[in-house]
T-cell receptor
Framework: AQSVTQLGSHVSVSEGALVLLRCNYS??????LFWYVQYPNQGLQLLLK??????LVKGINGFEAEFKKSETSFHLTKPSAHMSDAAEYFC????????????FGKGTKLSVKP | EAGVAQSPRYKIIEKRQSVAFWCNPI?????LYWYQQILGQGPKLLIQ????????DSQLPKDRFSAERLKGVDSTLKIQPAKLEDSAVYLC????????????????FGPGTRLTVL
């Protein structure tokens, strides 16, 4: 069975600093991986997804993530944090195909200090 | 293009009462999902529909939860009777294609319904 682990339930950075949110996955077959963002009282919005093409995936709002099979990781990064990036971020894995349901991590809440 | 619509946005009920949530997916999306998101956790799939048929309901507590998607468009999720532990945000998501093939589709989420059971 597949699963994801997000390290750190809460990450705090200063505005302009590097954002690094960690996600490790467990899967018996090559997975598809996603990062979603959730703003307060809103649904989840897709940031980016890995579907076995390029290992470095660029998403919206300046975020990117790199799939590293050897480390079973899919960490999310952004070079320079903005105040508007404050939200909760979820990593998710799916096997795709007929088993297309997403398995989510517990989430990481990102705070951005001025 | 309109997104996934859900109503109501908030609901407060007492335990043992019943409640229903409604979801209207993005037009043309064949697959519809209901997730439960308990505070402090990631969303957990409750049920997945392909058109009006159930693909996966293995994590749906069938003694109290039910869901339907009669015409392959809108869907309703019901809880009867509600328990305190059902307090959560119920998210509906939809995706375009059938859950088959080499690649996986993007799921688009609605704003959710926040349920509080007292």
């Amino acid at each position: 069975a597949q699963s994801v682990t997000q390290l750190g339930s809460h990450v705090s950075v200063s505005e302009g600093a590097l954002v690094l949110l960690r996600c490790n996955y467990s899967s018996s077959v090559p997975p598809y991986l996603f990062w979603y963002v959730q703003y307060p009282n809103q649904g989840l919005q897709l940031l980016l997804k890995y579907t076995s093409a390029a290992t470095l995936v660029k998403g919206i709002n300046g975020f990117e993530a790199e799939f590293k099979k050897s480390e079973t990781s899919f960490h999310l990064t952004k070079p320079s944090a903005h105040m508007s990036d404050a939200a909760e971020y979820f990593c998710a894995v799916t096997l795709g195909g007929s088993q297309g349901n997403l398995i989510f991590g517990k989430g990481t809440k990102l705070s951005v200090k001025p | 293009e309109a997104g996934v619509a859900q109503s109501p946005r908030y609901k407060i009920i007492e335990k043992r009462q019943s409640v229903a949530f409604w979801c209207n997916p993005i037009s043309g999306h064949a697959t519809l999902y209901w997730y439960q998101q308990i505070l402090g956790q990631g969303p957990k799939l409750l049920i997945q529909f392909q058109n009006n048929g159930v693909v996966d309901d293995s994590q749906l507590p069938k003694d109290r939860f039910s869901a339907e998607r009669l015409k392959g468009v809108d869907s309703t999720l019901k809880i009867q009777p509600a328990k305190l532990e059902d307090s959560a945000v119920y998210l509906c998501a939809s995706s375009l294609r059938r859950p088959s093939g080499e690649r996986t589709d993007t799921q688009y989420f609605g704003p959710g319904t926040r349920l509080t059971v007292l």
